[in-house]
């Protein structure tokens, strides 16, 4: 297969990137940086650990809090990542209610699938909280996605026969998403590949891992207590066939095929039926202010707009307690109450 557009411009900004940029890790050598008691405390804070099977595969779910006649809350997180990228933000947001986080099939402790796709992973999310009974409250769920899972989130509340509360997208590029160059080449060769053994980036040690740890895209981390508990989150370690041992991700290599046609997003945006909120990281890289405001634009009538100061694309990584500031006064006061329906949604 040839190499891509996408491909060789990825490979050409190693060359360029600050060192603090390329390697977020490389100044703790290895070692865990000292993180505050708040970090701490939380990730104390230990979920319920369970596997729910989705059509024939595992799939990772984290419970923390109590029943209660508020929406739950339902995390959805980003392309390579995991449901432990809430473990530090779920616990202050289950005080008075239920919080859950999945890891799609293809990420974190989840299974992996022969092939992926946005709507099979709006379909599993579906499943997952029928499974768990999120379904059966007072009051139906609130999907609450960052990037990726915001783009999922919203797909699912496109849906005309959807059950869920609400939507808040977290720096998610709804209008902006654009498959991978020559994406059908790619999942036909990924359809091939997936018979044979994965290509993995195998490292020797876990030091070496976090030193090839880097955020997409790329940028600089002040939090490193938070770079390095998620970095050691992905990865695990492996035993190849031929021998090879080593440090590798937890991620199913086939995901850097996940295509799809571009506008998708974009023109399921409008067709959200329940309420909505979009929130920008205040100097994202991924999605710039004028293009935000675009997507609030051409989202239902009502949908607000929301921005964190000094947060980049990774939101919950830059500025994790001003996110659950944010998500815990929006989602005490927010969705709006409606005669119409008795969980309270839009029609």
Known sequence: MTETTEARRYWKSETILAPEVRSPLAQFNGERPPAPEWFENALRDLPLERRVKVDGVEIEVLEWGVESALPSLFLLHGTGASADWWRFIAPFLAQERRVVAMSWSGMGGSGWRK?????????????????????????????????????????????????????????????????????????????????????????????????RYRFLPPQSSANGFITDYIARSNLRELAMPDGRTGWTWRSDPKLRFLGQEPDFFADRLPKVNRPMVLIRGGISALIPLERFRLTVEKAPPGTLGLEIPEAGHHVMVDQPLALVAALGALCAAWPPATSSDPNGAEP
Not at 151 to 161: A, E, F, I, K, N
Not at 197 to 211: D, H, I, K
């Open 115 to 211: 092939s992926y796709s946005f709507e099979s992973y709006a379909s599993e999310a579906e499943a997952i909280a029928r499974a768990i009974g999120l379904f059966s409250a007072d009051e139906a769920p609130i999907l609450i996605g960052h990037s990726m899972g915001g783009m999922v989130g919203t797909l699912c509340c496109s849906r005309p026969d959807n059950s869920f509360r609400a939507i808040v997208a977290i720096d998610s590029g709804i209008l902006d998403y654009r498959p991978p160059a020559d994406w059908r080449e790619l999942e036909n060769h990924a359809r091939i590949a997936a018979e044979d053994w994965p290509s993995y980036n195998l490292y020797p040690t876990l030091p070496a891992a976090l030193l």
